[in-house]
């Protein structure tokens, strides 16, 4: 069942909404159904950086997990849960060991970002989402919105997270 | 021999200048010398991401390679050489094992950024710098400036890359 809409698991009646609902630049979902209006929420890629990180096995990627102004000001003053309209953005790409660099250390150190994988995000609402933490998940590759049956995985994974309101990156200072 | 300021490498006869000469936040330094005027430049990590990376070996870190904005916008130009005014910021933190996204992923699969390790700059004065390629070199430890000895080896090790204006670091798109 491939579906070319963001479904938010958190809605109890998912209703399909076609039309180009975008949100404003940085700011939370408007509410409609899919998220973002099924498009990348404008200016993601410029947000500030939380962290980074790297993960093995089936996923190989090197990742950069960044916050809208929002999500940015919760993880510096430390508190939680984050507030309404916080949306973390989570940046990934192929982990590749880079030559070029190796060339100028002398030995195969360095591994890069190589090709875009996908992209996902967190979206902070407390009421809306309230039966998935007051989070709505949502991924795209290439761009895509990627289908309801994927986005169920996500609430699972990050449910054991509750003590620190289902996010597991830490900021890096 | 410590030193607390940075020597701007490329400076023929480096003046030690003791007061505090704050660059603007974001902007170039005002090319007093130590450049910065010997203090982590202000908003460095506001902004925008270029990439991310992972090097083995002796520096066994994670590390997000971040740049203002005459830096990012010649980045997503493609545009080389970068442009006067260009900072571009590597921050590198320790290569660190997950405890806590393994037992979410039920194997030892994920690696974080654990403490920060140092943060270190490239400045862009095509004249100012003309010697080390039109580029600056610094280093900061615990927000401390390295010594001169230490960012004598920068250049030396960009040098090879000319090519791309002497910076590794591809743009992660």
């Known amino acids: 069942m491939k579906k070319v809409s963001i479904f938010v698991i958190a809605a109890a ?18 509410g409609s159904y ?14 500030k950086l939380i962290s980074v990180a790297h993960e093995e096995g089936n996923l190989n ?15 510096r003053a430390g508190k939680l849960p984050f507030p309404d309209g916080a949306i973390i953005a989570r940046v990934a790409w192929s982990y ?3 030559e070029e660099n190796n060339k100028v250390f002398g030995r195969p150190q360095s591994f890069v ?15 809306k ?12 590759n290439d761009g895509k919105p990627a289908d309801e049956a994927l986005l169920k995985t996500c609430f699972p994974c990050h449910e054991p997270d509750k003590a620190r309101d289902f996010v597991f990156t830490h900021y890096a200072p």
Do not use: C, E, H
């Open 13 to 30: 009646m998912a209703v399909s909404v076609s039309g180009a609902l975008t949100p404003s630049a940085g700011g939370a979902d408007d």
């Open 34 to 47: 899919p998220i973002f209006g099924g498009k990348l929420p404008p200016g993601y890629r410029d947000w």
């Open 61 to 75: 990627d090197l990742r950069a997990v960044l916050g809208n102004d929002i999500a940015i000001k919760a993880y």
């Open 96 to 98: 590749v060991s880079s």
């Open 113 to 127: 970002a190589g090709p875009p994988t996908n992209v996902q995000f967190m979206v902070k609402d407390s009421k």
């Open 129 to 140: 989402y309230m039966s998935t933490g007051g989070w709505a998940f949502a991924q795209f």
